[in-house]
């Protein structure tokens, strides 16, 4: 289990590097794949829960992010 988003998003992109590079032999493709379908679901999930926790802060209403 990833410590937190930012590893997770770390290591998938890390992974999808090596995967678009052709650096990974054939038997470790499935592992990598799979793996790296478990960091994005692990990542969408983080994004979600943040998402539910502003929209309770926001009285239910998920507000455009205004960045500085």
Do not use: H
Request: with cysteine.
């Amino acid at each position: 289990m990833p410590d937190s988003y930012e590893s997770a998003l770390a290591e998938l992109e890390s992974l999808v590097a090596r995967i678009d590079a052709g650096e990974l032999p054939l038997n470790q493709l499935l592992v990598n794949y799979q793996r790296g379908a478990f960091l994005l679901q692990f990542c969408r999930d983080q994004l979600a829960a943040v998402e539910t926790q502003i929209k309770l802060l926001d009285d239910g209403q998920l507000k455009p992010w205004e960045g500085a």
